[in-house]
């Protein structure tokens, strides 16, 4: 597969690229600081991306690439991903379903703990040396709480297809008020489902009890408001960020493109 050019758009675990650089030509777009001159030069040889949470292909991109077959993202989202002009051209698509799936959920449950219970606050009244003046205050138990959960399982997601971006700012003032001073909000799947203007003006009033983040409208852009907050724990989108995850997921990536060069039904097509 040596022959075959992939175009590598944005920074992946150190064993997806070396498998990559193994197993094909591989370019790495931010190699290419003038990438209009990079894709005008070696566009058209390029017949596979790869991509993840960070980095996909937008319109543009797509258009550059006249003999691109597949789009493989080392992710579970793919809103980095222009999915009506791949349809529209037949280009395949192919996510990381399912294998990061308890990551991720171990993760929010950190995160619930970590927000109610304090305990980044904690360590930092520890590390100060406060401690000396006296215990820490009184935390939120979390056993016996009503938790509500927002995403997209799998009929979730058929919907959202049928009606794209129905999940934009889903978290909105509304929602938001509905939470209310002892409700807390979790975000452990995309930044714009929150309208982040509102958490953050209802974190200051004190009209939401607290949140834990793990995704923000514009990242790596982190609001500075957010960072002076001690009812907020921030993360920076690491939900399935493990080694051993990583792994699996890279492998699944390697796996639908070996699948495709080879003529064979891919593993997790999404298009
Ligand atoms: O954000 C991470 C993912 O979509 O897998």
Redesign the pocket.
């Known amino acids: 597969m040596g022959s075959i050019t992939v175009l590598l758009v944005t920074q992946v675990a150190s064993y997806l690229e070396q498998q990559l650089n193994k197993r094909y030509n591989l370019f790495r777009l931010w190699d290419h600081p003038q990438k209009s001159h990079f894709l005008t030069q070696h566009g058209a040889s390029i017949r596979a991306v790869v991509g993840r ?1 960070t980095g996909g292909a937008d319109s543009e991109l797509i258009d550059a690439l006249p003999n691109l077959e597949i789009i493989s993202s080392s ?3 793919v809103d980095k991903i222009d999915l009506v002009k791949c349809k529209e051209k037949g280009i395949r698509v192919t996510n990381t379903p399912d294998v ?1 799936t308890d990551e991720v959920a171990d993760l929010t449950i950190g995160l619930i703990l970590a927000l109610l219970r304090r305990i980044c606050e904690c360590d930092r009244y520890v590390r100060s040396g406060n401690w000396k003046r006296g215990g820490y205050e009184l935390a939120t138990k979390f056993s016996g709480k009503t938790v509500g959960i927002i995403g997209l399982g799998r009929i979730g997601t058929a919907i959202a297809k049928r009606a794209e971006e129905q999940t934009h700012h889903i978290i909105n003032r509304e929602v938001i008020s509905a939470l209310g001073p002892k409700g807390f909000l979790i975000n452990i799947g995309r930044g714009k489902h929150v309208d982040e203007p509102e958490l953050i003006s209802a974190l200051l009033e004190g009209r939401l009890g607290g949140a834990g983040l793990d995704v923000y409208e514009n990242e790596p852009h982190v609001p500075q408001e957010l960072l002076g907050l001690q009812n907020v724990v921030l993360l920076p ?1 690491v ?2 960020a493990t080694v051993e995850t990583r792994t699996v997921m890279a492998d699944l990536v390697l796996g639908n493109l070996e699948a495709h060069f080879l003529g064979k039904p891919l593993l997790t097509p999404l298009i």
């Open positions: 949470s992710s579970v989202g990061l989108h939900g399935s």
